[in-house]
């Protein structure tokens, strides 16, 4: 969506049949595909209201991250849900936690403090053990982990995927992207896990303005993720 001039005073949400609706001035926003803005918890509802009061004159939607996501949710996800959970899935086969320096002590001690725990929880909590390598050469992966995975993908209902795969695309871990959904792990935390060899490098060489930059957009993204995904789930109304 372009920006656009505002034309409302209000922004506020208001209960529907399906759930909760998002309005200005007491009509109803639709999504880019017109489909009615319309959400199942009531406090991103208030969220996304919030996102539209805020602006000033000139309507930013791409700074509206959470109407976007659900946007998002509506327009791309709910149609081509089989395709997503496949997409995302898939990255169970070359995850970001199965590669682990090589011959670098001092990054491999971090890793295992920060990596291996995560996969310990894959393999105890969602039955899917992954095989660890160092290096990038390509490991390949227990078929019954990646069907476990792919179930623990399948469980998200469309909003709830939308949120994990924002995850998993700023981590490029499925594993990362679960544990922060599932409750393992805080935006934070995620955010820190995945860039923890793109720091070790900036501490080691130093960094530049233009990295520090992009891990910072990185953390916001995954911290909005994060938001996302706690919104969903507070006072939901049942389907």
Not at 144 to 153: F, I, K, N, T
Request: proline letters at 4%; glycine letters at 8%; a negative charge.
């Amino acid at each position: 969506m372009q920006d656009i001039k505002r034309f409302y005073k209000a922004a506020t949400a208001g209960p529907v049949a399906e759930g909760f609706a998002i309005l200005l001035d007491g009509r109803a926003v639709r999504t880019p595909a017109k489909a009615p803005l319309v959400v199942p918890s009531q406090a991103l509802a208030e969220a996304i209201a919030a996102e539209w009061q805020a602006q000033d004159e000139t309507v930013q939607v791409a700074g509206m991250a959470l109407n976007n996501l659900t946007c998002t949710a509506i327009d791309i996800v709910a149609p081509q849900r089989r395709k997503i959970v496949d997409d995302l899935a898939g990255y169970g086969g070359h995850d970001l936690l199965c590669y682990w320096a090589d011959g670098e002590e001092e990054l491999l001690r971090r890793q295992q403090q920060a990596w291996q725990p995560l996969l310990d929880w894959a393999a105890e909590s969602l039955s899917a053990p992954l095989r660890k390598t160092c290096g990038v050469i390509s490991q390949d992966q227990p078929p019954e982990s990646l069907e476990a995975l792919q179930r623990a993908v399948e469980n998200h209902d469309a909003l709830e995927l939308t949120g994990l795969s924002a995850a998993v695309q700023v981590s490029g871990s499925l594993v990362i992207g679960l544990a922060l959904s599932l409750g393992r792990l805080g935006g934070a935390e995620a955010h820190r896990v995945a860039q923890l060899d793109e720091d070790y490098q900036a501490e080691r060489w130093g960094g530049d303005a233009e990295a520090a930059a992009r891990r910072e957009a990185l953390r916001l993204e995954m911290l909005t993720a994060e938001r996302f995904l706690a919104l969903i789930r507070q006072n939901a109304t049942s389907n």
